[in-house]
């Protein structure tokens, strides 16, 4: 069964550093990974998809990684801001009818001004 | 485009009520879904759609219909529920087949006393 695990739980970084979140998966026979962002008592945004044949994706201030044969993906987020503070969550997709996405529990993120 | 939407927003049931969670879209995406999030435990696949008249169980389909009538619209239907189901219920949709990335709704946030 496909497990994603993030790391760390909860960082908080002061406003203008580059941060990397970690997202790692147990089996690497995955479509695609996808990172969102959700804040409190909202719905999920999605900010990148990256295709199993993918090594990397990039959105503004935004970099995520994909490493399928060691099963990891990063989620860089450069010259962090306030406004940046919310919890990011991983997901990996499996093929199949059910195109299920396989979560991890978030790293909540606190950018201080 | 309203994207995915989700009514209501918060409910508050007691133990064997029924009641139906409304999700629509408005993007023309062949497939839908709904999840739940508890807390420690990420989001959970629910129910899931390829297409009007086509459903499918998830991972946690236990206690929960689903039909799809319109391409719009997805409902989720608890039959009787019960204090496990206090969860926060979201609906996603995407175009079906390719690297598509998943939209999901605001959600709606059940408690069951």
């Known amino acids: 069964k496909q497990e994603v695990t993030q790391i760390p739980a909860a960082l908080s970084v002061p406003e203008g550093e580059n941060l990397v979140l970690n997202c790692s998966f147990t089996?690497?026979?995955?479509?695609?990974l996808q990172w969102f962002r959700q804040d409190p008592g909202k719905g999920l945004t999605s900010l990148l998809l990256?295709?199993?044949?993918?090594r990397e994706q990039t959105s503004g201030r935004l970099n995520a990684s994909l490493d399928k044969s060691s099963g990891r993906s990063t989620l860089y987020i450069a010259a962090s801001q306030p406004g940046d503070s919310a919890t990011y969550l991983c997901?990996?997709?499996?093929?199949?009818?059910?195109?299920?996405?396989?979560f991890g529990s978030g790293t909540q993120l606190t950018v201080l001004p | 485009n309203a994207g995915v939407t989700q009514t209501p927003k918060f409910q508050v049931l007691k133990t064997g009520q029924s009641m139906t969670l409304q999700c629509a879209q408005d993007m023309n995406h062949e497939y839908m879904s709904w999840y739940r999030q508890d807390p420690g435990m990420g989001l959970r696949l629910i129910h899931y759609s390829v297409g009007a008249g086509i459903t499918d169980q998830g991972e946690v389909p236990n206690g929960y219909n689903v039909s799809r009538s319109t391409t719009e619209d997805f409902p989720l239907r608890l039959l009787s529920a019960a204090p496990s189901q206090t969860s926060v219920y979201f609906c996603a949709s995407r175009f079906s087949g390719g690297y598509n990335e998943q939209f999901f709704g605001p959600g709606t946030r059940l408690t069951v006393l």
């Open positions: 997901a990996v997709e499996v093929g199949g009818s059910a195109r299920q996405l396989t």
């Open positions: 990256i295709q199993s044949s993918q």
């Open positions: 089996d690497s026979a995955i479509y695609n």
